[in-house]
C-alpha cells in the first residue's frame, strides 16, 4: 500500500525550530521527488518546498527562502522539512507528497495525511 | 511567481447537473514539450487533498470520468458532469511550470 506519514508537529514557541518527517512505504522511495505543502488554518494550499529523488536539487518558495530546509534520507525512505525561526503566521498544516516518477511527472499522486505546526507563546 | 486566479470561489450545484471551475494564470503553461503543466486538485472537509487531474488533461488513477480538464496556455477549466454529493470539496488549480508550483486561491463546491 503506497503511503506517507508525516511527523513532527507540535506546538513551539516563535523563534524556535522544528523537523518535520515524512515517511514513505509502498513504492520505490528513492526514484520519487517529493513536495511538501502547507495549509494555515482556513487557507488554501501554499506549495512550499520540493526535493529531487537523489536530493541534489531542492526548491522553495520565495517567501519560506532561508527560513526552512528539505533534506531525504533515501536508506530510511523518509524526507524531513525543519523550520527556522518560526513565527506565529507560520502556524499550519503541513502536507507532504509524492512527485515526479520516474516515468515523469504524473501530477503530487499521493498525500499524506498532515501533520499540525502550533506556533505560540 | 504564476499567479493562479480560479473563478467562482464558491459554486452552488445540483445534483446531476454540471459545473465547470476556471483557472487562469499569468503566463502561459504550455511548456516546450507540448504539455500545459497545470494540476487540478480536490480537498474534501477534514481529509488531506488528492489529485484529480494532471498536466492539464489526464485524470488521475481512480477519478470517474466525471471529471476532466480542458484548455491550453493561461485558461484552463475543470468540469465536472453529473454532480453527486460525494463531490462536494474545494477544489485547486496548480501550476507545474516552475518553481515555485503556486496554487489557486481555492473553488468551494456545495450541493
Known amino acids: 500500500q503506497v503511503q506517507l506519514v508525516e511527523s513532527g508537529g507540535g506546538v513551539v514557541q516563535p523563534g524556535r525550530s522544528l523537523r518535520l518527517s515524512c515517511a514513505a512505504s509502498g513504492f520505490i522511495f528513492s526514484t520519487y521527488g517529493m513536495h511538501w505543502v502547507r495549509q494555515a488554518p482556513g487557507k488554501g494550499l501554499q506549495w512550499v518546498a520540493a526535493i529531487s529523488y537523489d536530493g541534489s536539487k531542492t526548491y522553495f518558495a520565495d517567501s519560506v527562502k532561508g527560513l526552512l530546509s528539505i533534506s531525504r534520507d533515501n536508506s530510511k525512505d523518509t524526507v524531513y522539512l525543519e523550520l527556522n525561526s518560526l513565527r506565529v503566521d507560520d502556524t499550519a498544516v503541513f502536507y507532504c507528497?509524492?512527485?515526479?516518477?520516474?516515468?515523469?511527472?504524473?501530477?503530487?499522486?499521493?498525500w499524506g495525511q498532515g501533520t499540525t505546526v502550533t506556533v505560540s507563546s | 511567481d504564476i499567479v493562479m486566479t480560479q473563478s467562482p470561489l464558491s459554486l452552488p450545484v445540483t445534483p446531476g447537473e454540471s459545473a465547470s471551475i476556471s483557472c487562469r494564470s499569468s503566463q502561459s503553461l504550455l511548456h516546450s514539450d507540448g504539455n500545459n503543466h497545470l494540476d487540478w486538485y480536490l480537498q474534501k472537509s477534514g481529509q488531506s487533498p488528492h489529485l484529480l487531474i494532471y498536466?492539464?488533461?489526464n485524470r488521475a488513477s481512480g477519478v470517474p470520468d466525471r471529471f476532466s480538464g480542458s484548455g491550453s496556455g493561461t485558461d484552463f477549466t475543470l468540469k465536472i458532469t453529473r454532480v453527486e454529493a460525494e463531490d462536494v470539496g474545494v477544489y485547486y488549480c496548480?501550476?507545474?511550470?516552475?518553481?515555485?508550483?503556486?496554487f489557486g486561491q481555492g473553488t468551494k463546491l456545495e450541493i
Open positions: 498536466v492539464g488533461s
Open positions: 507528497a509524492r512527485g515526479r516518477a520516474p516515468a515523469g511527472y504524473l501530477g503530487l499522486d499521493v
Open positions: 496548480m501550476q507545474t511550470l516552475q518553481t515555485p508550483y503556486t
